[in-house]
Structures are given as structure tokens and as C-alpha cells.
């Protein structure tokens, strides 16, 4: 009988995890992206996106104002390029504090190579790297939940979408304050969005200037502003309108809603009201807590509605961004967690893909962080929490309920961890925002 395969750290590894190493094609070539690989990385798009613009892509990779080339990774197998994705660097608020993070976007198999193990080597080549070079988190946009759930990320973001008539918002005399965006209104608009996600944000994204001015102010579709005071512009829309059922049947899309200040969301919220005569539709994503339901007329979906006994639907459980604790000391170390957050718990994380995180680990919350130090297994009797890699990530993003999570069976809780732990990590709902997807 042969010897049971070994992690790195010496730890025999699953089932699951031997098996899906063994899929994985031999001799994967994972690397930078060079200035050669270019029209390369276009056809690969080509394939398989299915997009129709050559030129679109090779701007996208040559010239992108939130990544360079050097971000760019590829795959390759006896000298062809066939899988390739994008590490992008950005920043997020986390109770007013940035955060270094790693998102993981445009990941591309060519249709030949599927089904072959070829994504599962590309990712565990990107954990092990942004692994080694530092990075403590990562988030990324799923194209399906639980291929990245099993290598460690897990869902933090779940948004409300609504699809609700005009008439269901609330009228308001504040809406005479909203109009059109003029080009002095931009460094505005941006200083507002920058307040208002430092101030209330939740793993939201900063946004760096060249990523308005190259990208975001062209966006097709329209911009209004909020102003009570000359000057003072104190919430903003970015919205699309489709006609295509007609000029009396129009569809409004709001890819952006920021307000800061109450009379700044009614003024906003009216304005979309002020068009019912013509609208038949109102779509927007807000965040999970974003209290639009206390708004509302009544309940509505305009695209599908589901009754179960006397409980009507108005608007969907969105499934947005994942995050994945990269490094567990540093991760939670970096992490601010409720300013009255006192106690010790261990922690042991099971983390089949960075078993250099595996626990157990010691946590000592004083004063709005963590302390975070390897602990003995043996370690005398402290209250003690054990999950995986993602579930680690849902509960610490405060997307999951430390007690709920292990009322479901996802996180192992003893001498009373998860009560203990249940304030620390509590915060408003994660949420993005569409317009900062990658």
C-alpha cells in the first residue's frame, strides 16, 4: 500500500484534496504576463468570454487603470497559453480603516482545457504566492460559489436586489434638489464617495482618481446630483435607462446610489419616484441592512415574485464578493473589530489549501483589534472556536453570525466561543457597490 500524499507543512492530506491534485495537469507553467503575451491573452479572451472586441481586450491588459501587466498571470501547458487571471491591488474600508486586498478577477480557461484540473493548479499556484509575498486578504466575484469555497473563500457580501415600480418609492419635497451632473461636480461627487465609504463602508472598495476619471465617468448612462447649497453636493445616482419596451414603459437601472445625509437619500429616492408617468421600473442592489423594505409602499418584484404562507417577497438575496483569509495572524491582526470587543478564544482553522494557517491560534481582543499569537494545542481550557478557511472569513467579515453559524453546523464552538466572539466582529453588511466590480 502507498503512503498517504503530504501538504507542504507535513500534514496528510483529504481525500478531496489528494484527488483533485491528481487531476490537475502536469507541467503547468504559472508565471507573470509579459508585454509579449499580449495578443495571446486577447485570444484567450476571445475564446473564452465570447466578447467581440479584439481591440476592448488588448486596452483592457495594455492599459488598465487599476491594474498593470505585471498583475497579470498565466498558464501555460507545453509552451501554450491557456488559462491566465488578474490580481488587482486595491484597498478597503473596514470601520474607516484600509485594508490591503487582493482581488482575483477575469480568470479565463480556453474551451479545450476544461474540465482538466487546469483552474484548480492556476489557483493553488495564486494562494501559494500571494501567500509568500504577504498579502493577507483577498477577494474575488464568483462565478460559482463552491469551486472558490473550496479553496477557501467564502461569500461576505449579500446584497437586496430590488425590481420595484416607481410608485412603491416614497415621494419627497427633496427631490426639486436633484439634477444633472455638470463637470464641476466631480471632484465632488468623488470627495462624497470617499466620506461616505471611510464613514459607513463595509469592505468597500477605495477608489483611485484615474479609475474615475478613465472609466467611471464614461460609464454609459446618466449622473445626478443631490444640492440643497451651491457647492455642496450631498448625495449622488448613476443610473441607466432602457427603452426598449417603449418611451412609457422605460426600465431604470441604479448602478449607484450614494447619499450623505438624510434628506440627500429622500431627495434621491423621490426623484426615482418622479418618474412613474413614465417608468415601469425601478432595479437597484443595496446593501442587506439598507432598510429599503421600511421605505417601500408595499412588497413588490416586478421580476418574480415568491409567497411562502403570509410572507410576500420585495427584492432578492443577492450572492456577491467572497473573501479569503490569506494569513491568519496577519489577516486578523490588521482586522478592527468592535471598539468593546474583551476576551480570549483559540481558534483552530482547517485550511486544506494554506495549512500553514491552521491553528490553533490564540485571540485577544483589547481596545478595537486583535492580538494574534500561535498557541500550544494543549493550551489550558479557553473558550474555543474550530471552522474551515471559508467559514473563518464569513464570520470574521461579520457576513455570519458566529452563534448561527454553529446553530447550522459550520463553526465548532466550545465553553462558550461563539457567544463570546458574537459582538466582535458585527458590523454593517458588506456591499461593494456594482460599479466597483472586477
Not at 492556476?122 to 464568483?142: H, I, K, Q, V
Not at 462624497?192 to 463595509?202: A, I, M, P, S
Not at 420585495?314 to 473573501?323: I, K, P, V
Request: charged residues 25%; glycine residues 8%; aromatic residues 8%.
Amino acid at each position: 500500500m502507498s503512503a498517504a500524499r503530504t501538504s507542504a507543512a507535513g500534514r496528510p492530506k483529504s481525500a478531496r484534496t489528494a484527488r483533485a491534485e491528481a487531476r490537475e495537469p502536469r507541467g503547468l507553467a504559472y508565471r507573470t504576463a509579459k508585454r509579449t503575451d499580449v495578443e495571446a491573452l486577447v485570444d484567450l479572451s476571445l475564446r473564452t468570454y465570447r466578447v467581440s472586441s479584439a481591440e476592448a481586450r488588448r486596452e483592457f491588459y495594455a492599459d488598465h487603470p487599476r491594474f498593470q501587466l505585471n498583475d497579470v498571470r498565466v498558464g501555460e501547458l507545453d509552451g501554450t497559453l491557456v488559462a491566465s487571471l488578474v490580481l488587482y491591488p486595491f484597498q478597503a474600508y473596514v470601520r474607516g480603516e484600509r485594508l490591503e486586498v487582493t482581488g482575483i478577477g477575469s480568470v479565463a480557461v480556453s474551451p479545450e482545457h476544461r474540465r482538466r484540473g487546469v483552474a484548480d493548479a492556476l489557483l493553488r499556484s495564486t494562494l501559494a504566492e500571494m501567500r509568500e509575498r504577504g498579502d493577507a486578504w483577498s477577494m474575488l466575484y464568483p462565478f460559482r460559489g463552491d469551486f472558490y469555497r473550496r479553496f477557501g473563500w467564502g461569500v461576505v457580501e449579500t446584497p437586496t436586489l430590488l425590481s420595484v415600480p416607481p410608485l412603491a418609492l416614497p415621494a419627497a419635497d427633496e427631490a426639486r434638489h436633484v439634477r444633472r451632473v455638470r463637470a464641476a461636480d466631480r471632484p465632488l461627487v468623488q470627495a462624497l464617495y470617499d466620506r461616505v465609504v471611510r464613514e459607513r463602508g463595509h469592505f468597500t472598495l477605495a477608489r483611485r482618481p484615474a479609475w474615475w476619471e478613465r472609466r467611471l465617468w464614461n460609464y454609459e448612462g446618466e449622473w445626478l446630483v443631490y444640492e440643497r447649497t451651491h457647492g455642496e453636493v450631498e448625495g449622488y445616482l448613476q443610473l441607466q435607462v432602457d427603452s426598449g419596451d417603449g418611451p412609457w414603459k422605460l426600465v431604470i437601472t441604479v448602478n449607484e446610489f450614494v447619499a450623505g445625509s438624510p434628506e440627500a437619500h429622500r431627495g434621491l429616492a423621490g426623484y426615482l419616484n418622479s418618474q412613474r408617468d413614465q417608468a415601469a421600473e425601478v432595479v437597484l442592489a443595496v446593501a442587506a441592512d439598507a432598510g429599503w423594505t421600511s421605505l417601500l409602499a408595499d412588497a413588490a418584484n416586478l421580476r418574480g415574485e415568491m409567497k411562502l404562507g403570509v410572507l410576500r417577497s420585495t427584492g432578492h438575496a443577492g450572492y456577491g464578493a467572497m473573501l479569503r483569509v490569506l494569513d491568519v495572524k496577519a489577516a486578523l491582526g490588521q482586522l478592527p473589530v468592535d471598539p468593546g470587543a474583551r476576551g480570549d478564544v483559540l481558534l483552530e482553522v482547517r485550511d486544506a489549501m494554506l495549512p500553514a494557517n491552521d491553528g490553533p491560534w490564540r485571540l485577544s481582543a483589547r481596545e478595537g483589534g486583535l492580538e494574534v499569537r500561535a498557541e500550544a494545542a494543549n493550551a489550558h481550557k479557553l473558550p474555543r472556536l474550530a471552522c474551515t478557511a471559508d467559514v473563518l472569513a464569513s464570520v470574521v467579515a461579520g457576513a455570519l453570525s458566529p452563534v448561527r453559524a454553529v446553530e447550522i453546523g459550520l463553526l465548532e464552538s466550545a465553553n462558550g466561543a461563539a457567544a463570546r466572539v458574537e459582538s466582535w466582529f458585527r458590523a454593517p453588511a458588506a456591499f461593494l457597490m456594482p460599479m466597483n466590480a472586477f
